[in-house]
């Protein structure tokens, strides 16, 4: 984020959509339709959620988990569609936030962008940790803390906290310093990241072992106790495609520092989920095609498909990869940072968090809302040592995404409602789904709730998988978001929606800045 100061100045019809919400143009447009591209598929990131959760789909459901990829894909799909329409009709900063302050009331709004916001920040976490799984393979050195054994879990997982802390400090830093340095960065690693996935399938490829045909096996997994047989195993195996493919709305919170964004960012969204989908979609097909031996346990463990590249490959070329894995994990973080601070800059800017108007300032030197930027970093670090247990922190991450689901719910169930009373008027001459308005959006609420009921159903195998065994961890999927969103809601309630205005210092000057949300922040 940068300040207005030079002749980037947005141009009238950007000037506009910023007008509608009672704000001033003070961010710089500096950033091309490559860089929110890349906001959005380095957010989805399909080099670090394939490598980070293979094992789990291939444990829980055998290679016929396969089929969770596209399913979800078309799922997702519903749902992007949807914010395609809202992306061109409202480029703003904050898009799930502000979107929802134009299709229903200032409070719902305002619950979305807590669930949003609260589930960035775990997500942060979630992917920094993700470099403990691929960094020590590469180097042993990267271990730091010694291990007793290679099932020493209580050091891997110190040593991830480690890790992903130093990785959290490093986003901080470079979001901290402009948004143009952030966008240069994750652009580059984007580039590399697209590229090694190209070559991973090429390499895959010409070491298969086993037709296609192996999606239709289940590696002779028994689900003989399990409720509802292979339905049930395949509904949990589905966590590790539901885990991947979302953040593609980061293209269009990047609105109002893009060019032309009314037109690039329903693009940025649509081309962002269907790469992921295409190139993530064959290396996870060519890595069952190709593994030497599919029972290998080290391939359903927490080696995974690392274990499994370097087993195809050898060390050489497997280390390469890897070392790909490494630059997309970063970028990811990068970009889940970036997103999470233009979600809080854009609540704060309307006063709708504890020290809004701090959190909304821009610094005069660097151009970036630092103070931000440091709160959510913090914030992300100090979250990894308070889930330190392997156990806890699994039920922590898996909230982080049933949020995320349910903040896209807050978006597509108002967005149908106004819908069906005849209220939604696309923006004309921009993206719009005409006449399939209605059934793609009934199919993505149908979808978001029907994933936000699967990913929060109380299984022991996902939230209490291992000893000590608690109630209250199995229920942890219901319980944790009822607490955030609930305490989160009920403070706003007694005490911030009083206090709700735009932040003078992000006011249009006409604009007389009203103190309660009723009056500030009503629809359009």
């Known amino acids: 984020m940068t300040t207005d100061n030079t002749t980037d100045s947005p141009d009238s019809s950007d000037s506009s959509d910023i007008d509608e919400f009672g704000y001033r143009p003070s961010l710089v447009r500096s950033l091309g339709s490559f860089h929110t591209f890349a906001a959005g598929i380095s957010y989805i990131s399909i080099l670090t959620g394939t490598f980070q959760l293979f094992y789990f789909g291939l444990a829980s459901g055998g290679p016929s988990y396969w089929w969770s990829w596209p399913l979800v894909f078309v799922g997702q799909l519903m749902v992007a569609l949807c914010f395609c329409e809202l992306a061109a009709r409202f480029p703003v900063a904050g898009s799930i936030y502000n979107w929802t302050k134009r299709l229903t009331s200032p409070h719902i709004a305002w619950l979305a962008g807590w669930t949003m916001l609260t589930a960035s920040i775990v997500s942060i976490a979630a992917v920094a940790l993700a470099l403990q799984a691929t960094l020590p393979q590469l180097w042993s050195g990267f271990q730091f803390i010694p291990m007793a054994g290679p099932d020493d879990t209580g050091a891997q997982a110190l040593n991830g906290v480690i890790l992903a802390a130093l990785l959290i400090v490093f986003t901080t830093t470079i979001n901290a310093f402009g948004t143009k340095l952030m966008a240069q960065i994750n652009s580059a690693g984007v580039f590399i990241e697209l590229i090694a996935a190209c070559v991973l399938i090429i390499l895959l490829a ?55 964004p009314r037109r690039n960012a329903p693009k940025a969204i649509l081309r962002a989920l269907f790469f992921s989908f295409l190139l993530g979609g064959l290396i996870l097909l060519l890595a069952l095609m190709s593994a030497p031996d599919l029972s290998d346990p080290a391939f359903s463990s927490l080696g995974g498909l690392q274990a499994l590249v370097l087993a195809v490959l050898g060390g050489t070329l497997g280390s390469v990869i890897l070392v790909a894995v490494v630059v997309a994990v970063v970028v990811c973080a990068l970009a889940v940072h970036a997103a999470a601070i233009r979600l809080a800059f854009a609540m704060s800017r309307d006063n709708n968090l504890p020290a809004g108007a701090k959190l909304c300032t821009i610094s005069p030197r660097f151009g970036t809302p630092i103070v931000a930027s440091v709160v959510i970093g913090v914030v992300a670090i100090v979250l990894l040592f308070v889930t330190f247990s392997p156990q806890i922190y699994t039920v922590v991450t898996s909230i982080a995404i049933i949020m995320i689901y349910t903040a896209y719910l807050l978006v597509t169930v108002p967005m149908l409602v106004k819908r069906i009373r005849g209220e939604w008027q696309p923006r004309e001459g921009a993206f719009t789904l005409g006449r399939w308005g209605i059934p793609v959006n009934v199919l993505a609420v149908l979808w978001g709730g029907l994933m936000t009921v699967n990913l929060a159903w109380p299984r022991n195998e996902v939230y209490n998988a291992s000893e000590p065994f608690h109630w209250y961890l199995q229920w942890g999927g219901v319980l944790l978001p009822g607490v955030i969103l609930g305490g989160g809601f009920a403070y706003y309630w007694l005490v911030q929606r009083h206090k709700t205005g735009v932040v003078a210092a992000h006011a249009r000057e006409e604009t007389v800045t009203p103190t309660t949300t009723d009056t500030a922040l009503g629809e359009a």
């Open 206 to 260: 010409v070491n298969v072992v086993r037709g296609p045909q192996v999606v239709l096996s289940n590696g002779g997994l028994d689900t003989s106790g399990r409720p509802w047989g292979y339905t049930g195993a395949f509904l949990v195996a589905m966590f590790a495609s539901l885990y991947v493919m979302y953040g593609f709305d980061t293209a269009s919170s990047l609105a109002e520092e893009s060019h032309d």
